[in-house]
Protein backbone atom coordinates (compact mmCIF):
# COMPACT_ATOMS: atom_id res chain seq x y z
CA UNK A 1 0.00 0.00 0.00
CA UNK A 2 1.18 3.58 0.05
CA UNK A 3 3.69 4.09 -3.08
CA UNK A 4 1.42 3.56 -6.21
CA UNK A 5 3.70 0.84 -8.36
CA UNK A 6 3.09 1.52 -11.90
CA UNK A 7 1.55 4.00 -14.69
CA UNK A 8 -0.93 1.63 -14.83
CA UNK A 9 -1.75 2.18 -11.15
CA UNK A 10 -1.18 6.20 -11.41
CA UNK A 11 -3.20 6.71 -14.15
CA UNK A 12 -6.66 4.56 -12.61
CA UNK A 13 -5.67 6.11 -9.58
CA UNK A 14 -5.95 9.43 -11.83
CA UNK A 15 -9.29 8.71 -12.94
CA UNK A 16 -10.60 7.63 -10.02
CA UNK A 17 -9.62 11.27 -8.30
CA UNK A 18 -11.35 12.61 -11.53
CA UNK A 19 -14.52 10.76 -11.26
CA UNK A 20 -14.65 11.00 -7.24
CA UNK A 21 -14.27 14.98 -8.02
CA UNK A 22 -17.38 14.58 -10.19
CA UNK A 23 -18.78 13.19 -7.46
CA UNK A 24 -18.10 15.78 -5.18
CA UNK A 25 -19.37 18.22 -6.95
CA UNK A 26 -22.69 16.52 -8.64
CA UNK A 27 -24.42 18.56 -6.09
CA UNK A 28 -23.46 22.14 -7.54
CA UNK A 29 -26.43 23.07 -9.06
CA UNK A 30 -28.69 21.52 -5.94
CA UNK A 31 -26.16 24.09 -3.37
CA UNK A 32 -26.43 26.84 -6.39
CA UNK A 33 -30.50 26.09 -6.02
CA UNK A 34 -30.69 26.78 -2.32
CA UNK A 35 -28.60 29.67 -2.69
CA UNK A 36 -30.57 31.43 -4.96
CA UNK A 37 -33.69 30.73 -3.90
CA UNK A 38 -32.90 31.29 -0.24
CA UNK A 39 -34.24 27.66 1.35
CA UNK A 40 -33.55 23.95 1.03
CA UNK A 41 -36.93 22.98 0.40
CA UNK A 42 -37.43 19.50 0.80
CA UNK A 43 -33.32 18.89 0.50
CA UNK A 44 -31.43 16.59 3.02
CA UNK A 45 -28.46 17.11 4.46
CA UNK A 46 -27.82 13.15 5.51
CA UNK A 47 -26.09 12.38 2.64
CA UNK A 48 -23.60 15.54 2.60
CA UNK A 49 -22.79 14.19 6.25
CA UNK A 50 -22.24 11.09 5.32
CA UNK A 51 -20.03 11.85 2.30
CA UNK A 52 -18.11 14.22 4.73
CA UNK A 53 -17.60 10.95 7.27
CA UNK A 54 -16.52 9.07 4.53
CA UNK A 55 -14.06 11.58 3.34
CA UNK A 56 -12.60 12.20 6.82
CA UNK A 57 -12.30 8.67 7.29
CA UNK A 58 -10.54 7.72 3.63
CA UNK A 59 -8.18 10.70 4.38
CA UNK A 60 -7.51 9.19 7.73
CA UNK A 61 -7.05 5.91 5.88
CA UNK A 62 -4.41 7.42 3.40
CA UNK A 63 -2.42 9.26 6.03
CA UNK A 64 -1.74 5.76 7.31
CA UNK A 65 -0.68 3.99 4.29
CA UNK A 66 0.97 7.16 2.71
CA UNK A 67 -1.88 7.03 -0.34
CA UNK A 68 -1.20 10.22 -2.69
CA UNK A 69 -3.62 9.34 -4.61
CA UNK A 70 -6.53 9.05 -1.73
CA UNK A 71 -4.75 11.66 0.41
CA UNK A 72 -5.36 14.29 -2.31
CA UNK A 73 -9.44 13.06 -3.20
CA UNK A 74 -10.58 13.11 0.25
CA UNK A 75 -8.84 16.14 1.27
CA UNK A 76 -11.10 18.18 -1.08
CA UNK A 77 -13.73 15.63 -0.19
CA UNK A 78 -13.88 17.31 2.91
CA UNK A 79 -13.65 20.85 2.31
CA UNK A 80 -16.31 20.48 -0.27
CA UNK A 81 -18.49 18.56 1.74
CA UNK A 82 -18.02 20.96 4.44
CA UNK A 83 -18.81 23.97 2.19
CA UNK A 84 -22.30 22.25 1.10
CA UNK A 85 -22.94 21.52 5.18
CA UNK A 86 -22.45 24.91 5.69
CA UNK A 87 -24.69 26.54 2.66
CA UNK A 88 -27.44 23.94 4.13
CA UNK A 89 -26.99 25.25 7.66
CA UNK A 90 -27.26 28.69 6.55
CA UNK A 91 -30.56 28.41 4.54
CA UNK A 92 -32.22 25.01 6.65
CA UNK A 93 -35.42 26.17 8.64
CA UNK A 94 -34.57 25.70 12.34
CA UNK A 95 -35.87 22.10 12.60
CA UNK A 96 -33.83 20.60 9.64
CA UNK A 97 -30.65 23.23 11.26
CA UNK A 98 -30.89 21.81 14.62
CA UNK A 99 -30.97 18.40 13.22
CA UNK A 100 -28.00 18.45 10.59
CA UNK A 101 -25.89 20.44 13.24
CA UNK A 102 -26.90 17.34 15.87
CA UNK A 103 -25.67 15.05 12.98
CA UNK A 104 -22.62 16.60 12.42
CA UNK A 105 -21.63 16.79 15.81
CA UNK A 106 -22.19 13.35 16.51
CA UNK A 107 -20.92 11.60 13.46
CA UNK A 108 -18.52 13.84 12.34
CA UNK A 109 -16.94 15.16 15.19
CA UNK A 110 -17.47 13.24 18.27
CA UNK A 111 -17.54 9.73 16.07
CA UNK A 112 -14.78 10.57 14.17
CA UNK A 113 -12.78 11.94 17.02
CA UNK A 114 -13.63 8.70 19.39
CA UNK A 115 -12.22 6.56 15.99
CA UNK A 116 -9.28 8.45 15.47
CA UNK A 117 -8.02 8.74 19.70
CA UNK A 118 -8.75 4.93 20.16
CA UNK A 119 -6.69 4.21 17.12
CA UNK A 120 -3.91 6.00 17.62
CA UNK A 121 -3.86 5.76 21.24
CA UNK A 122 -4.97 2.31 21.90
CA UNK A 123 -3.71 0.63 18.77
CA UNK A 124 -0.04 0.15 18.81
CA UNK A 125 0.62 -1.83 15.84
CA UNK A 126 0.35 0.26 12.96
CA UNK A 127 -1.17 -3.14 10.49
CA UNK A 128 -3.83 -3.54 13.00
CA UNK A 129 -4.65 0.44 13.20
CA UNK A 130 -4.88 0.36 8.80
CA UNK A 131 -6.54 -2.98 9.19
CA UNK A 132 -9.42 -1.43 11.23
CA UNK A 133 -9.54 2.30 9.60
CA UNK A 134 -9.70 0.24 6.46
CA UNK A 135 -12.96 -1.68 7.64
CA UNK A 136 -14.53 1.34 8.82
CA UNK A 137 -13.92 3.50 5.68
CA UNK A 138 -15.20 0.92 3.85
CA UNK A 139 -18.10 0.46 6.03
CA UNK A 140 -18.80 4.15 5.52
CA UNK A 141 -18.26 4.00 1.96
CA UNK A 142 -21.25 1.78 1.42
CA UNK A 143 -23.35 4.14 3.63
CA UNK A 144 -22.07 6.85 1.22
CA UNK A 145 -23.57 4.91 -1.78
CA UNK A 146 -26.60 4.20 -0.56
CA UNK A 147 -27.07 7.57 1.31
CA UNK A 148 -28.92 8.87 -1.63
CA UNK A 149 -31.91 6.64 -1.54
CA UNK A 150 -32.90 8.16 1.41
CA UNK A 151 -34.65 10.34 -1.26
CA UNK A 152 -36.93 7.49 -2.74
CA UNK A 153 -39.49 7.54 0.22
CA UNK A 154 -39.71 11.47 -1.44
CA UNK A 155 -39.59 10.61 -4.98
CA UNK A 156 -42.75 7.36 -4.04
CA UNK A 157 -44.87 10.46 -2.13
CA UNK A 158 -44.94 12.83 -4.53
CA UNK A 159 -44.45 11.06 -7.62
CA UNK A 160 -41.56 12.90 -8.74
CA UNK A 161 -38.08 12.87 -9.14
CA UNK A 162 -36.89 16.64 -8.64
CA UNK A 163 -35.17 15.43 -5.36
CA UNK A 164 -33.46 12.55 -6.52
CA UNK A 165 -29.78 12.85 -7.14
CA UNK A 166 -29.25 11.68 -10.68
CA UNK A 167 -25.55 13.01 -11.31
CA UNK A 168 -24.69 12.04 -8.06
CA UNK A 169 -25.92 8.18 -8.10
CA UNK A 170 -24.49 8.51 -11.95
CA UNK A 171 -20.70 9.54 -11.18
CA UNK A 172 -20.29 7.44 -7.31
CA UNK A 173 -21.69 4.03 -9.12
CA UNK A 174 -18.87 4.92 -11.94
CA UNK A 175 -16.31 5.88 -9.39
CA UNK A 176 -17.00 2.91 -7.22
CA UNK A 177 -15.93 0.30 -10.33
CA UNK A 178 -12.62 2.66 -10.92
CA UNK A 179 -11.97 2.46 -7.45
CA UNK A 180 -12.51 -1.33 -7.18
CA UNK A 181 -9.60 -1.61 -10.10
CA UNK A 182 -7.49 0.77 -8.31
CA UNK A 183 -7.78 -0.92 -5.45
CA UNK A 184 -7.57 -4.42 -7.18
CA UNK A 185 -4.51 -3.22 -8.84
CA UNK A 186 -2.63 -2.21 -5.45
CA UNK A 187 -4.02 -4.90 -3.52
CA UNK A 188 -5.80 -3.31 -1.61
CA UNK A 189 -8.89 -5.04 -0.09
CA UNK A 190 -10.07 -1.53 1.81
CA UNK A 191 -10.31 0.22 -0.86
CA UNK A 192 -11.67 -2.40 -3.25
CA UNK A 193 -15.26 -2.60 -1.12
Known sequence: M????SPLVFAVGILGNILSFLVILAPVP??????????T????????????LSAMLWLYYALLTKDLLLLTINTVGCVVESAYLAIY?????????????????IMNVALYGAMVCVLQLLVKDGESRVTIAGGIG?????????????????????KSVEFLPFWLSFFLTISAVVWFFYGLLMKDFFVIN
Open 138 to 158: SAFALAVFVAPLAIIRQVIRT
Open 30 to 39: TFYRVYKRKS
Open 41 to 52: ESFQSVPYAMAL
Open 89 to 105: LAYAPKQARTFTAKLVC
Open 2 to 5: GAVG
